[in-house]
Every structure is written in C-alpha cells, then in structure tokens.
DNA sequence: TGACTTCGTGTTTATTATACACTTTAATAT
DNA sequence: ATATTAAAGTGTATAATAAACACGAAGTCA
C-alpha cells in the first residue's frame, strides 16, 4: 500500500554496534548482505524503522530477528545523516551501542549468518558502517572509564582478572592487578560468591556477581565509577 | 509535489536547544509558534530536514531562519523518536544543543519572536520539548567539566570571574575562587591580554582569551578538562 | 583621603593515584 | 606423598592532586 507525501523523505532505519568480549579481545557482531547495495558485504544488524515503533523498539526488534539477542544492554549512540551514506537514496540511520554477555553470544550466533569480529581484525563494511563503529568504539572508551558497564559484557559470575582483562581489552593498555582490584572493590558494587572459579593448575579465582541494587541506588546520585 | 512509497514514513525534524550567559544566570533562546499544534507556545527552534542536506546542515539552517545566528557551537545530543511525540502524525526529531556568546545573543533576539528564558524559569513548552531541554542540561553540564566548551558562552574577551560565574550557573555550586583560577590556568588555554575590564569602583579585572590552536592540539590528544 | 568593592594571590593539609614483589593455593605430574 | 606449576591474592611507601582557607592591592566615588 504506496504512502503519499507533500515532500520527500528520507527514509529512517537502526543499526547496532554489538560488542561482546571473549576474554581476550574485544568483539563485534556483524551480519553478511544477503542483497544489494553491499551485497555479501559485512554490515552492522539494522534495518528501518516502522512508523508505529519508537527508535528503541526497532533497535531491540531488528536486534532479535537478524542475531537472535534479546533482553541486551542498549543505548542510543549518535544518528547517522550525511546525505549519500546509501546509494539508493537518502537514509538517516539511528545507531545503537548494545552490550552482550558470553551467553548470549553462543546462543545468538547459529540463528543466522552473523558472525563475530575481533574489533583489530574487521572486514570491508557496507555504507559509513566503519564510522559508526568507531564512533561506538570511542563511546565505549568513554563510557567504560566513568561507568561500571563492564558487568554487560561478563558472565553473570566472574573473576576480578576476568573483569581486568575486559578493561585492558577495551583501553588498550595494561593495568596494574593491585590498584585495580582496590579500585574496583572500592565502589561496593561487586558481592563476592561462596563458590571460586577453578582453571589450571593453580589456584582458584573468587568469583564476583554484580550488585545492581546498589548500581541503581549510586546511578541516581550521579556517580562515577572511574578506573 | 507530491512524493510516493512502499511504506509510511516518519518525518525528519531537527530542534536545537540553544544554550546562552547573561553573566548570572544560564538561558535558552525559545521560539513562540504561530502555527497549530500547541499554537502561541514556546518551543525550541528547529523544523523539517530537506532531504538534500544533511542533518547538521538542517541544524544550521534552521538555527539561522528561526533566530538569525549563524556560527554557533552546534553538536549533536540525541534522537528523539517516541511514537506520538507529535499529535499530527510520526515524526522523528535529532536534537541539538548550541552555545552561543553574548554578543550573538543581541543581534538575533530582534530577527525574530525568539526569547531567552532562564533554565530556572521555563514556560511550559509545545511537544516533548521539555525532555529535549532536560537532555540538553545535562549533556551540558557533563561536558563542562571535562572539555573547554565554556569559552563558547563568553564573550572574545572575558575575565576568570566571568567564566568561574559561568561555571557555578551550569554546575549549580560555588566554587572556590583560588582553586578555581589555579585549575583553569593550568591547562596553558588561556592567554592574558593586555587590556583590563574596568567596571565599578574597584580593581580592574585582567581580561583573557581563550587560544584555539592550543585548544585543537589538545583534543587530537583526547585531553581533559577537568574543572 | 577614606570608604567601598572586586581582583588577585600561596600554603598547608587531606585525599587519591602510582609504583612495586612476594606468599598462597590448588591441580597435576612424578 | 611430594615437588612442580601457574595464577590468585595482598600492603606500603611515595608522588600527585584536590581541598580548605584570608588578606593586601587596585581602582572609583563621595
């Protein structure tokens, strides 16, 4: 059914950085064209926007049906709207900056032909999709320094050197075992389990959950969490 | 014209929260409609994007036609997309925030039935313009502590006065006036003039500017500012 | 020339960040 | 059982930064 305006329109679609980390590097999922423009291209998970959803409803809907995640960490990130960034006519694109657990991943990668990338090693992308990525990747630089969103991308149970090695995935640079595990207990957020995560022939790891009551009650007042 | 397709479409707006200093209190320049919906109220300056500009340009355009200021500090804040934000129909509006200095302020308030309104006494605004502004506030007060933008409100010339009273208005705190001069010299942006900003009967105040090429230098390096 | 008002300045103390190395603990191999 | 292996876990001294705080200087105006 053909819709009929006095001007013309650019049309409004969602794209998804989703980052995942496997304990080594920082990850990304991307999806491959099916059509054209871009075809057999790598691109980020999107798609457009119905008229009767609002951005955050599209982002989350797209999400599922092309990577099969749901119920993921998600934030507007910045929209996208240089004039010729789609070949076939005008396309402003809302990106989104989501967060996945290791969980979620496995789960989420054989519902279709979305695979994961180490954010060093990336393909040839389809559209301005590499500056949407970069933008997300800045963003979340940002953002992991002043805000404990490090928890999205772990296990619900994990170790402090799993947590350190997260931040020295995403900041790219070492960082000291003392100072950073004072650092991180300092804010109170992380609950200690009775169970210790074995692995090798060494000794065992506490393992942590995070504490999202006292997140909640610290993110209202406008906290930092500053690594 | 009319123009045709396959699906609806939501409309493209741009809206830009236009952020000023009186030297006491932090103001928003807002715009009376003349038109229905919310007819007579205030809102923020901003209308449709063209399909032929991009959104920045929109921004820009609007900005100007609206209020008469051109080469502002104009940066992306968010996208706003709630389903029936707008009672006529879908629209979709990226919200920008703008700091202008008062010099600009003078000469636009005339061009058109633009006003500037204190943050701490709003009108009641037309659409969610209100939550655009909240968004605005915050993103701004955010910014400021960690990068120079407060420059942008001030007019070439200015005193540390004017800029640790520019602070306190954002941030909504005293701050102390030795810590304060020591921290914002710190940083090497500011340069001395040789004039003094007399007014009253007491010392002359040194007038300073603020160093652009510095400025660049340091945001290639990811710098701070941290007041 | 004295009153008034804002400008401009330095030091001490508290807090936070940084640098740095050895003991503990469990699994595994012998 | 004992030795080996490898990561876990821990404390202190020093440097850097932040915070608290008060008074003389420089002009105008009556």
Redesign the pocket.
Known sequence: MPHTYEYPRAALTVDCVVFGFDGGELQVLLIRRGQEPFRYRWALPGGFVRVEETLDDAARRELEEETGLRDVFLEQLYTFGTVKRDPRERVVSVAYFALVKPGAVTAATDAAEAKWFSVSDLPSLAFDHIDILATALTRLRGKLTYQPIGFELLPPKF????L?RLYEAVLGELL????F???A??YDLLI?LKE????????????FRFDPVKYERLKKKGFLF?I
Not at 159 to 162: A, G, I, N
Not at 176 to 179: C, E, F, I, S, T
């Open positions: 170790t402090l050197t799993q350190q000291d075992k003392r100072n595990r004072k650092k207990l300092s200690p210790k995560h074995q692995e090798g022939p060494h000794r065992p790891a506490q393992l500053e």
